[in-house]
């Protein structure tokens, strides 16, 4: 086992330097694991999202809330706007999304002529000429049920307003907020008394290879070192009670955290982790979560 932990606490060093310098030569790019070329892949993953966390939602709320008429909230929301066209069309009134780099400005037409085209040959109750004007409206900056604004601050009170929004998403974006007690604090003046949030977070190391055959190796690291391959964006490696307490702190309740991927070994998910990452709390079993809450 020491053997093994000095092997991919060496690799970890590698995956870290090799994510920051692409950083510093590309920039930041989408999660996705596969470019919006790939237009049927991405369709089924903004679809699977957004069925996902309806599941959820009608989980954690059993069955109470409907997303019909409401004013929706994504963070992070990645490379295009087909999840906030399904959502619309499954009946928000409202598609609100807040990112730091603007992602969805190179996507082509032909995308959504795709997705638009998925949409109408799965439900004849889409009215998919007026999906496609609101489509049309927020590419062209007129006013939209699809409403995409890019921030460098992230302020996203802001960029929405005060007690504007009745429900929040988020998929595998918390993780690489630098500052999660400020997005929480925003998130509480934004929503509206009774806001549900429904948002997954990936605990796990990002890099691909070594994600699969070493899920918590960023963990491995002391902050100092850790900090030395530090870019915008980089897991935070924010544990799940914290943020449970963070979200308490801002007036959230009904605070749930339900393990979607977790390591069933416990030994093996402790073994070799920084000291601040060993204490039974930090919960290194969990790999991706949801968490849901209320606002009070």
């Known amino acids: 086992m020491a053997l093994k932990n000095i092997f991919y606490y060496l690799c970890g060093i590698v995956f870290l330097a090799l994510a920051k310098l692409k950083n510093v030569l590309m920039g930041y790019s989408s999660p996705k ?66 990112d730091v780099n603007n992602l969805v400005a190179t996507v082509p037409e032909s995308f959504y002529d795709k997705f638009l085209a998925r949409l109408a040959a799965t439900s004849a109750e889409v009215d998919i000429p007026a999906l496609a004007e609101q489509l049309k409206n927020a590419r062209t900056g007129q006013p939209s049920k699809l409403r995409y604004v890019v921030r460098d601050d992230f302020n996203i009170v802001s960029a929405f307003g005060r007690s504007s929004i009745d429900l929040v998403f988020s998929q595998a974006a918390f993780e690489h907020f630098d500052d999660i007690e400020a997005t929480v604090s925003q998130l509480s003046e934004v929503c509206k008394p009774g806001a549900v949030l429904v948002i997954e977070i990936d605990l796990m190391t990002h890099s691909r290879w070594i994600r699969e055959k070493d899920p918590n190796n960023i963990y491995r690291y002391p902050g100092y070192i850790y900090n030395m391959f530090w870019f915008r964006g980089i897991p935070n490696r924010v544990r799940p009670l914290q943020y449970k307490a963070a979200f308490e702190r801002f007036g959230w ?27 039974g709390e930090s919960q290194m079993e969990y790999l991706t979560v949801m968490l849901c809450a209320r606002k009070q």
């Open 253 to 279: 309740t009904d605070i749930t955290i339900t393990p979607l991927r977790k390591i069933e070994d416990r030994e093996q998910a402790y073994s070799g982790m920084a000291k601040d990452f060993t204490d």
């Open 33 to 98: 694991p596969f470019d919006v070329s790939e237009a049927e892949k991405c369709i089924d993953y903004d679809i699977g999202v957004v069925d996902h966390w309806l599941r959820q939602l009608a989980d954690y709320t059993k069955g109470e809330y409907s997303i019909v008429g409401k004013s929706v909230l994504e963070l992070g929301p990645g490379s295009d706007l087909g999840i906030g066209l399904y959502l619309v069309s499954k009946g928000c009134s409202q598609y609100n999304a807040c």
